[in-house]
């Protein structure tokens, strides 16, 4: 291990030992050697540890504790063999113990608005920055498990910022019914045709395995259809479709929102990136048979399985085109009371934004899965007179470092649950 005194820079594949500081992005933690910024993985705040270097970059360098000399409290053994520097990238935290796990996102969640966001201390310590777990405990949770597949014709699961697969005998995240399934190699089990292997445990009962080859789905053992239960329906979709992985995500999610923008009868709500309607159809239980919802959603499968699924809601009005260009060219148009956004991982993006304040609605709830892409639209939302009243974040995704954000906007001159808001309203933003 190498001192650096003479100030020269970290090579990969060197090792060196360094006292590991804060929580970053990415399942990191932040060090320093001899001014060099060091992103480490498998390491807690506080701990001395010896670090190989992966990867050298023009002002960092990214490395894998791999030896722990000074250990945190909340340092835990791994459950799983495969989640240990050269192994499996899937899971960050596995080290982590699960209640620390949510301290060490909240952290995140709060640099990020900081830094990105432009939010104060004391703006963060009124909105009381935290994530709660999900029912069901950090292991066997994931509903859905994509393997990869290796020359070898090997399911698996891929290293950390590579392309390499590593064979794997379980996935101890994967939800049970899953973990059970002969796709891994140690069933005897082979998959020369295929690129990746799509595995689906339905919050409906359904087990689905389905392998893909250049794009197209191939049907192996199960239905080809699934079925969900979320927000007090049941839901019909193609096993490959998006869902969300946790099998409490859904109805979690559902209720963030419709509990933080409380639609009322008559409102108009817009449900954008809206993929197969599940806030839609939420907002029109509320809404009722005087109001009206609009989904707009630019992917094609998402599209078919709105018009499937809530076909029996007459005034829920579907929209196929991308968000901003629904809204450039006025296919779907202000006033509006209700809007809830729940884009990309790239974020909604500044016009959106800009176009989603001037159709004036009470509300904005914001649905976020990277909260860098989050703060920035909260700093965008806020040079346009708005801010972030209340934040909400849910460990969707345990022994990950991802981490959902559900956020409520409002005029920067009205408070959470003003009483002020009342159907005179619903001509635009709020009147003072």
Request: with cysteine; aromatic share 4%; hydrophobic share 45%.
């Amino acid at each position: 291990m190498t001192a650096h005194g003479d100030g020269s820079g970290l090579e990969e594949a060197e090792r060196v030992e360094l006292t590991v500081g804060a929580v970053a992005p990415g399942g990191h933690c932040v060090a320093r050697v001899d001014g060099q910024v060091v992103f480490v993985r498998h390491a807690l705040p506080g701990e001395r540890v010896v670090a190989e270097v992966t990867e050298v970059h023009k002002g960092f360098v990214r490395a894998d504790a791999v030896t722990v000399l000074e250990a945190a409290p909340d340092r835990v053994e791994q459950p799983c063999p495969y989640a240990k520097p050269g192994r499996c990238g899937g899971c960050d935290l596995q080290h982590v113990a699960p209640a620390a796990q949510l301290d060490w996102k909240a952290a995140v969640v709060r640099e990020q608005l900081t830094r990105l966001g432009g939010l104060t201390d004391t703006e963060l310590d009124a909105l009381g920055v935290r994530v709660e777990a999900l029912p069901g405990g950090p292991l066997g949770w994931r509903s859905r498990v994509r393997y990869a597949v290796d020359g070898a014709g090997r399911a698996g699961l891929l290293k950390h910022r590579s392309h390499e697969v590593v064979p794997i005998d379980r996935c101890l995240i994967a939800h049970p019914s899953i973990r059970e399934l002969p796709v891994l190699a140690p069933t005897g089990a082979r998959w020369p045709d295929a690129d990746t292997v799509e595995t689906v445990a339905s919050t409906g009962g359904d087990v689905a395995v389905t392998a893909v080859a250049d794009g197209v789905p191939r049907t192996v053992s199960g239905p080809d259809r699934v079925r969900e239960v979320a927000a007090g329906r049941k839901w019909t979709l193609p096993a490959s479709s998006f869902w969300q992985v946790h099998p409490a995500a859904a109805d979690t999610l559902v209720d963030a929102v419709l509990e933080l923008t409380d639609p009322r009868p008559g409102d108009r709500a817009w449900d954008l990136y809206g993929g197969a309607g599940l806030f839609a159809a939420g907002l029109a239980g509320r809404v009722g048979d005087t109001g009206r919802v609009t989904l707009v959603e630019s992917a094609a499968p998402g599209v078919a399985a709105a018009r499937e699924n809530l076909r029996d809601l007459p005034r829920v009005e579907i929209v196929s085109a991308r968000v901003e260009t629904a809204l450039a060219r006025r296919r779907i148009t202000g006033p509006v009371d209700v809007v809830v956004l729940d884009p990309p991982r790239s974020g909604a993006g500044a016009q959106v934004v800009r176009d989603v304040v001037a159709a004036g609605p009470r509300v904005v709830a914001y649905v976020a899965c990277d909260p860098a892409a989050f703060a920035r639209d909260v700093r965008t939302f806020a040079g346009l007179g708005w801010r972030l009243a209340v934040l909400r974040g849910f460990d969707l995704f345990p022994m990950t470092q991802h981490v959902e954000l559900v956020g409520l906007l409002l005029p920067a001159d009205v408070s959470a649950g003003d009483p002020s808001a009342t159907e005179s309203d619903k001509k635009g933003p709020f009147l003072t």
